[in-house]
């Protein structure tokens, strides 16, 4: 006995010793569920796809009640925090060990990575944004982008930045779009290609707290409607110009459904800029016959309880994307609206079969996406169908990636 635990001792050091180690740069902020999702799902991808590694969270934003809702799923999740750079400093020792102790550092989904988004040139938070692909490169180990959106790389982005980003093992974009911005920019990695917002791998729920919400507000499961306003809709350059006329469009199909169905709507937020933005702009303007069906969510929440109201809904009609995408992902089909300004994300869902659920607001009618979100209503076997085909894709490219991933790894 004392010999073969003798012998099982190194044995055991030795697969210790042998798991593989991923940096994850992720966590953007704590003020959007998708955001927040992005750390638990990846962390799920991973044991799936990857089990061999142990992972390593490196939060730009994180707070203990996200920890807590991480760590209740994966308990032992590991984090560091603080930032690569500061003025005059250097960067802090534990940033650079960890960089030295890893295999693999992995760039989080998100849209972190641009140069002149909403016309913004800030080449400092660029680079910022661009440091770690260099402590991996200096520390010689692989990096890689999941699911990235690219939305803008004006110059000088394209020339200070081309080195850095065609030296990754894989650049995944969040949409197919991203992937020709990245060739126009003159980037050529081995593996750029287009792979599913790492939302979808969201599974993370909290259906008591969901309930007890639910009965609280008096909606009963599978009779209400989610609908989303975006807080940028009305003040950012490339939209507000005509945000007014968007909101008055998402106004239309609201009414339109509550007429129709005689369903309640939750007006919810994805960011929590949207709580009193969907007050004054989805209820309070409304017709007197409508305002009864209409509920304000007026708190926050962490994107698992969100998750459980949104499963709990008939379906959900929202200009914010990455509601649609978990709840998708977990059954439910749903409706997006979008302005190319929101970001370039919406065109991940022609990208994986449903661009019909996707509605351009400066081109699509009130009447078609009321159409569109109705048909979903009537004919609930038929939404699921096209839901669970395009969810295959999703399955299927997220599959294909996480295999580049492990041939990075040497796994």
């Known amino acids: 006995m ?36 992005f750390t638990p799902a990846m962390l799920g991808a991973l044991q799936r ?25 994966f308990p032992n999740a590991k984090f560091i925090d603080g930032g690569a750079t500061a003025p005059g400093k250097p960067t802090p020792p534990h940033i650079l060990e960890a960089f030295r102790d890893t295999d693999l550092f992995l760039y989080n989904s998100g849209m972190v990575i641009n140069y002149g988004l909403h016309g913004t040139h800030d080449m400092e938070r660029t680079i910022n944004s661009v440091t770690p692909l260099h402590l991996a490169a200096n520390a010689g180990k692989p990096y890689g982008t999941w699911a990235q959106t690219f939305d803008v790389l004006n110059p000088p982005a394209n020339i200070v930045l081309r080195q850095i ?42 259906d008591p707290a969901a309930a007890e919400y639910l009965r609280s507000e008096g909606l009963e499961p599978g009779k209400f409607l989610v609908a989303m306003i975006h807080y940028a809709v009305l003040d950012r350059p490339g939209v507000r110009e005509r945000g007014p006329e968007y909101v008055q469009k998402m106004r239309e199909v609201l009414i339109r459904w509550a007429r129709e169905t005689k369903l309640p709507i939750l007006i919810a937020p994805e960011d929590d800029r949207e709580i009193e933005l969907g007050k004054q702009q989805l209820i309070d303007p409304m017709p007197v016959d409508v305002k009864p069906l209409l509920k304000l969510r007026k708190t926050f929440w962490l994107p698992d309880e969100a998750l459980s109201v949104f499963l709990s809904s008939r379906t959900m009609f929202n200009m914010e994307p990455h509601g649609n995408i978990m709840a998708l992902a977990n059954g439910l089909p749903c409706l997006h609206c979008y302005e190319w300004a929101f970001g370039k994300k919406a065109e991940m869902f022609r990208d994986i079969g449903i661009g019909e659920w996707a509605c351009h607001l400066a081109s699509a009618t009130p009447q078609q996406m009321g159409d569109e979100l109705l048909a979903i209503h009537r004919d609930y076997a038929a939404a699921q169908r096209k839901r669970e085909a395009a969810m295959k894709t999703v399955e299927r490219l997220t599959a294909a990636g996480f295999g580049v991933i492990r041939k990075s790894m040497g796994l």
Not at 8 to 14: C, D, H, N, R
Not at 49 to 73: G, H, K, L, Y
């Open 2 to 37: 004392l010999r073969r635990t003798f012998l099982s001792t190194p044995l055991l050091a030795q697969t210790r010793a042998a798991r593989k180690k991923i940096l994850l740069r992720t966590g953007w902020q704590m003020r959007n569920i998708g955001d927040v999702a």
């Open 49 to 73: 796809f990857i089990p061999e590694a142990d992972v390593t969270c490196w939060a730009a934003s994180i707070d203990e009640p996200c920890r807590a809702m991480i760590r209740r799923d």
């Open 165 to 206: 980003l065609s030296g990754a093992k894989f650049l995944f974009t969040r949409e197919s779009i991203s992937v020709g911005i990245l060739k126009d920019a003159g980037v050529a990695g081995p593996h750029i290609a287009f792979a599913p917002d790492i939302a979808f791998q969201f599974k993370q729920r909290n």
